[in-house]
């Protein structure tokens, strides 16, 4: 998975909680993304980011929030759970100049 | 707004038949266009792209797509399709609204082999 890895692969939480997933790269690459993917609705972007503390909002962006102080770390926070951000997470990251994108192996979410 | 729309949700094929996944197109200017396959419990990966040049473009586990400007389309193909190409596939678009390296995915078609 082009030297992507995310943490947790998996969790298990309580509606309400703040709960802060972890996508790192070893690839130097500039542009970092983390999607959402639901059934019937394909990926949609939550945020994304091209460069250290530079983030912008995607298409579904309400109810998450995002930092990046390092090249390598992208962090994606849901700062109260809510049962409607049940799905899997995909971290993704592209290089300067193409607009390929790699994709981690997912974190999968249940907010019970 | 730029997008890439996949018409069928799911495509049944038997295996040794030629195997075909649809997708169609909506941009302001030259599009930029990318297949992804995603294996069950797994992230997407990248088959291939057409940035400009020629119309056949081909990517990786035999797997080709052919860009039609006037039909506005890109549709995957591969001539002989495997029980192992049974997965979830996704075409996008680069999102030209944004200069960030941005793509707008369609919602994906599920292929079935059958053996």
């Known amino acids: 998975d082009a030297g992507i890895t995310q943490s947790p692969r998996h969790k298990v939480t309580e509606t309400g909680t703040p709960v802060t997933l972890r996508c790192h790269q070893t690839?130097?690459?500039?542009?970092m993304y983390w999607y959402r993917q639901d059934p019937g609705h394909g990926l949609r972007l939550i945020h994304y980011?091209?460069?250290?503390?530079?983030?912008d909002k995607g298409e579904v962006s309400d109810g998450y929030s995002v930092s990046r102080s390092k090249t390598e770390d992208f962090l994606l926070t849901l700062e109260s759970a809510t049962s409607s951000q049940t799905s899997v997470y995909f971290c993704?990251?592209?290089?300067?100049?193409?607009?390929?994108?790699?994709f981690g192996p997912g974190t999968r979410l249940t907010v019970l | 707004a730029q997008s890439v729309a996949q018409p069928e949700d799911q495509v049944n094929v038997a295996e040794g038949n030629p195997l075909t996944v649809k997708c169609t197109y909506s941009?302001?200017?030259?599009?930029?266009l990318f297949w992804y396959v995603q294996y069950p419990n797994r992230g997407l990966q990248f088959l291939l792209k057409?940035?400009?040049?020629?119309?056949l473009v081909k990517g990786s586990y035999g797997f080709e797509a052919e860009f039609n400007k006037s039909q506005t389309s890109f549709h995957l193909k591969k001539p002989s399709a495997l029980v192992s190409d049974s997965a979830l596939y996704f075409c996008?678009?680069?999102?030209?609204?944004?200069?960030?390296?941005?793509?707008?995915f369609g919602k994906g078609n599920q292929v079935v082999v059958i053996p």
């Open positions: 993704a990251i592209s290089e300067e100049g193409t607009d390929t994108q790699y």
């Open positions: 690839e130097n690459h500039r542009y």
């Open positions: 980011s091209y460069g250290v503390k530079d983030t």
């Open positions: 941009v302001s200017g030259n599009p930029y």
């Open positions: 057409y940035i400009t040049g020629d119309n």
């Open positions: 996008a678009v680069r999102d030209m609204n944004y200069g960030n390296n941005r793509l707008a």
